[in-house]
Each structure stands twice: as C-alpha cells, then as structure tokens.
C-alpha cells in the first residue's frame, strides 16, 4: 500500500473489549482500518467507556478508528424524544470518538417521518449546527451517510447533501461517509459505463473538495434505484467488482479508508472481502 492507497478494513465486532477484540478481529481479516460500536445499535443506553481499552485504541496511530451512531439516531423526527436522544447519543458518540482517538462519527441523515421535508430540516439547523459547534478541533469528524431512498427519507442521491451542507453552514467539521449500497439502491448506477466517476463528481461538486472522509463498501443484494438497504459481498452482489475498483481509483477518493459492511459473521467472509478490495487497490 501506497501512501496515497486507501487503507481497507471492517466494521469489526467489540466482544472481548473495545480494543482487545476489535483489533484481534482486525488481525485475523487483515484490516488496515476499522470502525466501532460504542454503544448498542439498537438502543439508546450511553456506557461510559474502559480507559484501558480506549488508550489501547489511541495507540493504534497505524490502524485509523471509526464510529458508527446507533440506528436509532434520527434528526428529522417528529417525536420531541426521539430528536432529543439522537442528540445525545450522537454527543456520546463524539465524547467516545475523541477518547479513542477516532477520526469521524458516522451517522445517518435520518427520515422526516411524518413531517414535512422542511420542518425536518429546520431541526436539523437547530439541533446538529450547536452539536458540531461542540466539537474540539482535535475531536472526530461528523460523517452525514446519505441513505436508500426509502421512508421519507431526507437525503438519499449525493446531491441531497447540498441542503444538509447549507443547513449546516458548512461547518469545518463536517464531512461525508459515502455508501456504495446505499447509492446504488437510491439511484446512482455505479456500473454504468463512467458511473462512479459522474457520481463521485457529483458528490465532489455538491459538498466540496476534501468533504469526503469514509467509504462504505458494500455490495447490493438489490437492483439500482431499488430503494432498498441490504448488503451483499463485494463482487457477489449486483454492482460487481469492477465499480469498486474505479472508485478505488478515482483520484478524489485517493487515501480515503474504505471500510466493508458485508455478510457474514466469521472472519472467513470478510476476509474475503478485504483481500478482493486490496487486490482492485493495488492492480
């Protein structure tokens, strides 16, 4: 791997500790990068961290670390309660974040739900702007990943984000995680001829240049423009190998951490996986 090569990991499992099996697991898959959990997925609880385990991450300069929020996170809902636990939990994420030295928080842009698209985002305005004012200039980024296209979701085709980025005022610590499953289910045809380019560029065009932190690399059990988010193995799925290695290749995605969300509990298919997207890399 070069300098300028993108470093490929996981989203690994914790069992065992934050660090101890995270990066166990990161070992036996060869990933060079990995994203976390810092909390339950599916719930709202907030633990407090190990501080033995968190400094066993900092000390990791050589393996860049990554958050993923809880699903649950949802800026564009209606509920009062939903919208005041996203916040906080997404400021726990980031407390989290800067604690084990991660380099970004990634969380969805959520769904208006009910509400209209406008109301959704003026609590956007709102409620996330103070949330990044928070941040330290030494705390992660907040990676915004747009989503499928499904249930009134807020942003789904990368130029969703433009009115997340104004909304946002473009904040210095704001950035993006880019999901090829995702933007293939909510319309972007990565494997048409010249696909990746024109939706990279698009996204380079709509957030600005350097606003691209993560890649989430993920094949699609489902067809383009599907709208809906269920991950397949990389090559295995209905976008291919070969976009994978075009947005490996395009120079503005250039030593940016490609981090695989795939099938499979083992560390047989994630391997697999992280193999096949370093040999696209290195070609």
């Not at 690994?12 to 810092?38: C, D, M, N, R, S």
């Amino acid at each position: 791997m070069t300098s300028s090569s993108s470093p490929i990991g996981a989203h690994v499992p914790v069992a065992g500790g934050l660090a101890t099996g995270g990066l166990k697991y990161a070992a036996e898959i060869g990933a060079e990068t990995i994203q976390v959990f810092v909390a339950n997925p599916r719930g709202w609880a907030l633990p407090e961290g190990k501080p033995a385990e968190d400094e066993k991450l900092r000390a990791r300069a050589d393996v860049p670390v990554y958050i993923h929020a809880p699903y649950l996170v949802n800026f564009g809902s209606p509920s009062e309660e939903t919208l005041a636990k996203s916040i906080a939990t997404v400021r726990h994420s980031l407390v989290r974040g800067r604690a084990i030295g991660a380099r970004g928080v990634v969380v969805h842009t959520g769904s208006a739900v009910t509400q209209t698209y406008d109301a959704a985002m003026t609590q956007v305005h709102e409620h996330v702007l103070p949330l990044l004012e928070e941040i330290p200039e030494d705390g992660p980024d907040l990676l915004l990943e747009p989503m499928s296209g499904q249930n009134n979701m807020l942003c789904a085709k990368v130029q969703d984000l433009g009115p997340f980025f104004e909304r946002l005022e473009h904040h210095p610590k704001l950035g993006v995680c880019f999901d090829t499953c995702h933007a293939f289910s909510a319309g972007h045809d990565l494997t048409a001829p010249g696909g990746v380019k024109e939706t990279v560029d698009a996204l380079i065009a709509t957030v600005g240049e350097g606003r691209l932190k993560l890649v989430h690399a993920n094949d699609s059990k489902d067809a383009c423009a599907s709208a809906k988010d269920r991950h397949e193995n990389i090559g295995a799925g209905q976008i291919g190998e070969r976009p994978f290695a075009d947005l490996l290749h395009h120079p503005a995605v250039a030593g940016i951490p490609f981090i695989i969300e795939t099938p499979g509990r083992a560390p047989e298919p994630h391997a697999k996986d992280i193999t096949t997207l370093k040999r696209l890399r290195d070609a």
